[in-house]
């Protein structure tokens, strides 16, 4: 099955700042690759997602860039806000099913 | 839009007592999930349904049953709750391969 890496949180940024999550993950094959929010107290919800090599998902000022080589998905965002503040989770999916990461933190302060 | 519904919210329940968490979608999805959420541990998929009728374990089934009663409704089952098996729990449905749309979740304590 696959395996998720992401980066440990907390990530305490000012508002303003720029937001970098790694991820790494192991497939068999070539999985679509998503990434979730979650606000505090809510259900995951749907970021952005890309479902083949080179492809870059974006939502809400959020990128993510599908590295094959490096099966990699980075999450980024150019200039955070206080209501960024959530945890987010890298996921691909294998066979319509999605292997979640540990999640990562981020605090935005005024 | 409803998306997917999980009842109860909230549950306290007493060691090897048993209970049933529902849920309900309305997107007309074919596959649907439980997983539960443990800190520093992200989502792990306990049960999941591809099709209505079909049902199959995911990372951690030990402890639970499920039930696809139609394709809307797929209920999970703790028959003698354990202190381990307090949680988060969030059902969640989609379309093969598609985005997964999440319940706003149960927070389950096992006392």
């Known amino acids: 099955g696959n395996s998720v890496t992401q980066m440990e949180g907390p990530v305490t940024l000012s508002e303003e700042a720029f937001l970098t999550i790694n991820c790494t993950y192991t497939a068999t094959g070539y999985p679509s690759l998503f990434w979730y929010v979650q606000y505090p107290g809510e259900g995951l919800q749907l970021l952005l997602k890309a479902t083949k090599a080179d492809d870059k998902g974006s939502n809400k000022g959020f990128e993510a860039t599908y590295r094959k080589e490096t099966t990699s998905f980075h999450l980024e965002k150019g200039s955070v806000q206080v209501s960024d503040s959530a945890v987010y989770f890298c996921?691909?999916?294998?066979?319509?099913?999605?292997?979640f990461g540990a999640g990562t933190q981020v605090v935005v302060t005024p | 839009n409803a998306g997917v519904t999980q009842t109860p919210k909230f549950q306290v329940l007493k060691t090897g007592q048993s209970m049933t968490l529902q849920c309900a979608q309305d997107?007309?999805?074919?596959?649907m999930y439980w997983y539960r959420q443990d800190p520093g541990m992200g989502l792990r998929l306990i049960y999941y349904s591809a099709s209505e009728g079909t049902t199959d374990k995911g990372e951690v089934p030990n402890g639970y049953n499920v039930s696809r009663l139609n394709k809307r409704e797929f209920s999970l089952r703790l028959e003698s709750a354990a202190p381990s098996q307090t949680s988060v729990y969030f059902c969640?449905?989609?379309?093969?391969?598609?985005?997964?749309?999440f319940g706003s979740g149960t927070r389950l304590t096992v006392v």
């Open positions: 997107m007309n999805h074919n596959s």
């Open positions: 996921a691909p999916d294998s066979w319509g099913k999605l292997q």
């Open positions: 969640a449905s989609s379309e093969l391969e598609g985005a997964v749309t």
